[in-house]
């Protein structure tokens, strides 16, 4: 009897100390999921700007970022048109005031034609590189300049020109060229490979 009594005990003890670890298993199953989402969550989000709904790599150059732009593509037929292409592609850096679709669509079409046209290559060429900085100029730089020279600075194009750049009091800023036209900073700070670029919603005008 005291023999059987003993196994029994013994069985006892061995199943109880199999249940303990089971329950011990279950326990620690949710804690596994908890790390995994926590993981999950603290992965790094893309923080390369959007543009006319594509993503602009700061790795990238001037001419390949905005030939993704769903926004830019009649600047894009414009730089193509004036052969500028394989220069804004170069190392620069530059600093590029963007005009977007709209900003084009403002001048009359027939100018449009004349100066996408073969004989207007010199003038567009001339318009385009009045959109053009030497150096990367991001919007902190512009507003430093700004705030040094009364809130206003005078920036000297590519085309030879000066572009007169303020900073308002809210932050924006306007361009305004030679013959009086104004233009506003709709985007800023798009980082590229080879300079800045600041989409604008009106073409600026050399003298």
């Given at each position: 009897?005291?023999?059987?009594?003993?196994?029994?005990?013994?069985?006892?003890?061995?199943?109880?100390?199999?249940?303990?670890?089971?329950?011990?298993?279950?326990?620690?199953?949710?804690?596994?999921?908890?790390?995994?989402?926590?993981?999950?969550?603290?992965?790094?989000?893309?923080?390369?700007?959007?543009?006319?709904?594509?993503?602009?790599?700061?790795?990238?150059?001037?001419?390949?970022?905005?030939?993704?732009?769903?926004?830019?593509?009649?600047?894009?037929?414009?730089?193509?048109a004036a052969g500028?292409?394989?220069?804004?592609?170069?190392?620069?850096?530059?600093?590029?005031?963007?005009?977007?679709?709209?900003?084009?669509?403002?001048?009359?079409?027939?100018?449009?034609?004349?100066?996408?046209a073969p004989a207007g290559k010199?003038?567009?060429?001339?318009?385009?590189?009045?959109?053009?900085?030497?150096?990367?100029?991001?919007?902190?730089?512009?507003?430093?300049?700004?705030?040094?020279?009364?809130?206003?600075?005078?920036?000297?194009?590519?085309?030879?020109?000066?572009?007169?750049?303020?900073?308002?009091?809210?932050?924006?800023?306007?361009?305004?060229?030679?013959?009086?036209?104004?233009?506003?900073?709709?985007?800023?700070?798009?980082?590229?490979?080879?300079?800045?670029?600041?989409?604008?919603?009106?073409?600026?005008?050399?003298?």
């Open positions: 009897m005291n023999t059987r009594m003993l196994t029994l005990t013994v069985a006892s003890a061995a199943l109880l100390g199999l249940a303990a670890c089971n329950s011990g298993a279950e326990t620690e199953a949710p804690a596994a999921d908890a790390t995994a989402t926590d993981t999950a969550a603290m992965a790094p989000a893309t923080t390369d700007p959007m543009v006319g709904g594509a993503s602009m790599s700061p790795n990238e150059t001037i001419v390949a970022n905005a030939a993704k732009a769903s926004n830019l593509t009649t600047l894009v037929s414009a730089v193509q500028l292409a394989e220069t804004l592609s170069g190392t620069g850096p530059f600093t590029v005031f963007a005009p977007d679709n709209a900003a084009f669509e403002k001048i009359p079409v027939a100018t449009r034609e004349s100066l996408m010199a003038d567009l060429t001339k318009i385009l590189t009045y959109h053009v900085v030497p150096g990367r100029l991001t919007a902190a730089d512009l507003a430093t300049q700004a705030q040094a020279n009364g809130g206003k600075v005078a920036l000297k194009t590519v085309e030879g020109d000066e572009l007169t750049v303020t900073v308002n009091a809210d932050g924006s800023v306007t361009l305004t060229d030679e013959n009086g036209g104004s233009s506003k900073v709709t985007q800023a700070d798009v980082l590229q490979s080879n300079g800045v670029v600041h989409v604008i919603d009106t073409v600026v005008m050399p003298d």
